[in-house]
């Protein structure tokens, strides 16, 4: 059945013109616990033992116990076995490697392993939301295995974000699925992400989301700004995956901006707003920092929606420098640099995020848009059959607008129509809702913003 409202209607009547069932709760409580709930003292603890690795170079030393990546790798491997022990088993851990060679940066032969962990979801097991650090860290000199690499910001922060999430998420339980990944080869050329994406699509994950943690504890730059309150969240604007066919759509129907981990970016920041109100989310409308990489593009490039989440003021007298002091100036990327209470609040960004998407169900799927020369703006979907599913939401904005603007409930239905709405004037979207309140990220309409599968 279609829906046909006014404007005026859409944007300021609260009553329903029609049957629709009862909207969703607006919030959902359990989202402030987790936003407050890791510790600052504990991710301290965990940057602490992998930076007393000595260096976690992927060349570096893999049979010793105390010292190099291999110890590394197999210490976050029994913390997840740990804290899948204390909620019953429930985390899968598993090794992903391969073997490199041949690179600029790894000339020998090297296995990358990446250590990762599964929380199935009671509903959609393979339906995964994710989040990654990094187990790896580097020198000057990026063949350098052997030379102390502390790697306490970059990335020993992100790495021990990710097994504080495991934590305070393992506690509960999801329709969706939670992946918890150490990724190894980050500095050497993304190998990591690289090998598990691709593991990922051999398995058949619907990855969701991928939200890459990359330095999540400095707060004072080089720029001369101390600031704990603000965190970067950087996105791609068009699907790296897009083909030509579908560019020639997008450059007709619009959506360059409106890419699945663009809208997944977003959703982080109206996240924030809801939960973490002291936290300022800072979207960033660019693949990564000017001109460098990050461990979400192998996941980018495989097709699945990602992002990178990091401070806001960089300090690069500590990233990638050899331990030592030059004209005053200390240089190296130690413990000294680490501020655990803001990682603490970035880690509860990441929580509350994974939280939402994993209790959401299944985003819309085959979003469409029509209504060109006529009064009306149209969007249909195909259902989702979740047991969890409340409904849809549609959202709009400004062509001009970077967020979406405004939004209302429209039940279980597959389709809707804006009455007197035109479609060139607009920009139009659909997210899922729960029945307790959790919502997926928004779905632009076509190919520009389509999930995987």
């Not at 030393?61 to 429930?90: H, L, N």
């Not at 992100?158 to 339980?173: C, D, Y």
């Not at 989301?209 to 791609?236: K, Q």
């Given at each position: 059945m279609k829906h046909f409202l006014p404007l005026a209607f859409l944007l300021a009547t609260p009553a329903l013109a029609h049957d629709i069932s009862t909207p969703p709760p607006s919030e959902v409580l359990d989202l402030y616990a987790i936003a407050q709930e890791p510790s600052a003292e504990r991710i301290m603890a965990d940057i602490e033992t992998l930076v007393?690795?000595?260096?976690?170079?992927?060349?570096?030393?893999?049979?010793?116990?105390?010292?190099?990546?291999?110890?590394?790798?197999?210490?976050?491997?029994?913390?997840?076995?740990?804290?899948?022990?204390?909620?019953?088993?429930?985390?899968?851990?598993?090794?992903?490697?391969?073997?490199?060679?041949?690179?600029?940066?790894?000339?020998?032969?090297?296995?990358?392993?990446?250590?990762?962990?599964?929380?199935?979801?009671?509903?959609?097991?393979?339906?995964?939301?994710?989040?990654?650090?990094?187990?790896?860290?580097?020198?000057?000199?990026?063949?350098?295995?052997?030379?102390?690499?502390?790697?306490?910001?970059?990335?020993?922060?992100?790495?021990?974000?990710?097994?504080?999430?495991?934590?305070?998420?393992?506690?509960?339980?999801?329709?969706?699925?939670?992946?918890?990944?150490?990724?190894?080869?980050?500095?050497?050329?993304?190998?990591?992400?690289?090998?598990?994406?691709?593991?990922?699509?051999?398995?058949?994950?619907?990855?969701?989301?991928?939200?890459?943690?990359?330095?999540?504890?400095?707060?004072?730059?080089?720029?001369?700004?101390?600031?704990?309150?603000?965190?970067?969240?950087?996105?791609?604007?068009?699907?790296?995956?897009?083909?030509?066919?579908?560019?020639?759509?997008?450059?007709?129907?619009?959506?360059?901006?409106?890419?699945?981990?663009?809208?997944?970016?977003?959703?982080?920041?109206?996240?924030?707003?809801?939960?973490?109100?002291?936290?300022?989310?800072?979207?960033?409308?660019?693949?990564?920092?000017?001109?460098?990489?990050?461990?979400?593009?192998?996941?980018?490039?495989?097709?699945?929606?990602?992002?990178?989440?990091m401070e806001t003021h960089e300090h690069y007298d500590r990233q990638h420098q050899d331990l030592r002091t030059e004209d005053g100036i200390v240089y190296g990327d130690t413990l000294d640099g680490v501020d655990a209470d803001y990682a603490a609040k970035l880690t509860g960004l990441n929580a509350i995020t994974l939280a939402a998407i994993a209790g959401a169900p299944n985003p819309p799927m085959e979003v469409e848009a029509s209504g060109a020369v006529e009064p009306s703006a149209k969007l249909n979907w195909r259902m989702d059959g979740s047991p969890t599913l409340a409904g849809y939401r549609v959202h709009w904005r400004d062509t001009d607008a970077s967020e979406w603007e405004w939004s209302r409930f429209v039940g279980k239905t597959d389709e809707w129509t804006f009455e007197n709405l035109v479609i060139d004037n607009f920009l139009f979207g659909v997210s899922s809702v729960s029945q307790d309140g959790h919502q997926s990220p928004v779905v632009f309409p076509g190919p520009a913003g389509r999930f995987p599968e």
């Open positions: 007393g690795f000595g260096t976690r170079h992927t060349l570096s030393e893999t049979e010793s116990e105390t010292r190099g990546i291999g110890a590394a790798r197999r210490w976050i491997f029994a913390e997840f076995e740990k804290i899948s022990a204390d909620c019953g088993g429930c985390l899968e851990v598993m090794y992903v490697s391969d073997t490199i060679s041949g690179e600029r940066r790894i000339p020998d032969a090297t296995e990358v392993v990446s250590v990762v962990a599964i929380q199935r979801g009671t509903v959609a097991p393979n339906r995964m939301i994710a989040i990654s650090g990094d187990i790896d860290s580097r020198v000057t000199d990026p063949l350098d295995g052997t030379s102390d690499s502390p790697g306490a910001n970059d990335n020993a922060s992100g790495m021990a974000g990710t097994i504080e999430a495991a934590r305070v998420l393992s506690k509960r339980s999801y329709p969706g699925s939670i992946v918890y990944m150490g990724l190894a080869g980050e500095e050497q050329g993304l190998f990591g992400g690289k090998i598990v994406a691709e593991h990922a699509q051999k398995e058949g994950w619907q990855i969701t989301g991928v939200l890459n943690n990359d330095m999540i504890s400095n707060i004072s730059g080089i720029d001369g700004v101390t600031d704990n309150r603000t965190v970067r969240v950087f996105s791609e604007g068009t699907r790296a995956t897009e083909t030509e066919a579908e560019a020639r759509t997008r450059r007709f129907t619009g959506g360059e901006v409106d890419s699945p981990s663009r809208n997944l970016a977003r959703h982080i920041k109206a996240l924030a707003h809801q939960y973490m109100p002291e936290l300022n989310v800072k979207l960033i409308y660019r693949l990564d920092r000017f001109a460098r990489g990050g461990h979400h593009r192998p996941f980018n490039q495989a097709g699945f929606p990602g992002v990178r989440i």
